[in-house]
């Protein structure tokens, strides 16, 4: 079975509009060029109890999980304390990452900063050379910061952990509308139950009508399907396929 | 109480990275302005088990319920049925939609098309004259399109039926980092517990290293706040107050 995954972003600046987030896009987008199914996403508030309950059910139900958001030093920074609840572990002080923070602050530090050493115990510490700061892995939960910059360094220092077995992807772009396309698309899936599609009306466009998505992780099957596909349409419907 | 909203983002394209969604980040601006809570955003794929399990939650645990995607003739448009299996009632086929789609399409009418007359039984179709189409509301469950422009136009002909208490909100942009920042947000919090209180750190920005966000329905208390905070503060770390 390919690996799953789901994201679960804890914010309250997203939920309040200020933030657009733009982690969850690049994670979905990075995790299917690598294979992985991404299920589920969700935004929840910077709220313990909201992050504890995610958690243990993300960790239950998918292979991986990644958290954005809520690491730091400040009341609102609550993501480990909710992780470790759902673990059921508690929240220590891991003396390496004490370390880090002492030769960064040398005689600034203060117990605020030491708050960035507080890990769920048991937690793994996945460092890179690359990488200033280790990134905490709790059995399957990654623990990343919210800030995009940080976020999408360290994923890119852990991604070789993830990769699975490609999905290919063929798209097929027809100049007519979805209500004449739906029968062809039910047929296909009847012929080939296992293809994963997509249909996506664009209403703006003057090239297409309709983006239809054809994926598997067979590439034989897969162009079986749009041979299958191509032969239902009719001659001038189709644009382009890619 | 003020009221709550979720949001359900329907979309395989989503979670396989192919589209990045654009409506809850609108919705959640939108709402914030109309004095309404956001308290969680869910991405889920285009099955009807998922749809109907987190309508049925959703619509429990909130207010309000905003659906987004999986309306239309195809395939793996299932929300309706999600929405209907949610709410424990059969899809039925509205004549007035019926109707709307007959004049619309006249003698190249098909089954397909008459898909999207179909509605939850018992649901509303919320009209208004801007609208070439109602939006179906079933209980506190709106059902609102993926495409961008369609879902704003949707969104907008129903926004006044939202509108709740505003929640006010000022800004502190401030040139210390949240290490140093930390104690005076704790002891702000400790003073006025009803604060809504956000810190966002800014790693690449040369005019301040974190903006924090005070907030509250109740403008007296929310000034007295930000009087509190900026005491507090040594003299140069303030950079302006919006």
């Known amino acids: 079975m ?32 690598l294979g992985v199914d991404v299920r589920r996403i969700v935004v929840i508030p910077d709220e313990v109890a909201a992050i504890a309950d995610e958690v243990s059910a993300f960790s239950r139900d998918h292979d991986l999980v990644f958290t954005s958001g ?9 993501t480990i304390e909710g992780v470790a609840r759902a673990m059921g572990v508690p929240v220590v002080r891991h003396p390496a990452l004490v370390a880090l ?12 900063h030491l708050k960035m050493a507080e890990i769920p115990e048991g937690a793994e510490l996945a460092a890179d050379e690359a990488l200033r700061f280790p990134t905490i892995v709790m059995r399957n939960v990654h623990v990343l910061p919210g800030v995009p910059e940080i976020f999408r360094r360290k994923f890119d220092a852990l991604r070789e952990r993830f990769r699975d077995q490609p999905i290919h992807l063929r798209n097929v772009f027809v100049r007519i509308g979805e209500g004449s396309l739906a029968d062809d698309l039910n ?54 396929v890619t």
């Open 101 to 112: 923070l002492s030769r960064h602050y040398g005689d600034r530090l203060t117990e605020t």
């Open 70 to 78: 809520g690491v730091g030093p400040t009341h609102d920074d609550v």
């Open 2 to 33: 390919p690996k799953t995954a789901g994201i679960i972003l804890v914010g309250n600046e997203i939920l309040s509009g200020k933030i657009e987030d733009a982690n969850a896009a690049y994670l979905c987008r990075e995790l299917r060029a």
């Open 187 to 240: 047929g296909l899936l009847a012929a080939f139950p296992l293809l994963q599609l997509g249909s996506y009306p664009e209403f703006s466009n003057p090239d297409y009508k309709v983006k239809v998505t054809l994926e598997s992780r067979d590439r034989t099957y897969l162009e079986r399907a749009l041979a299958d596909f191509l032969a239902r349409l009719p001659a001038d419907a189709v644009v382009k």
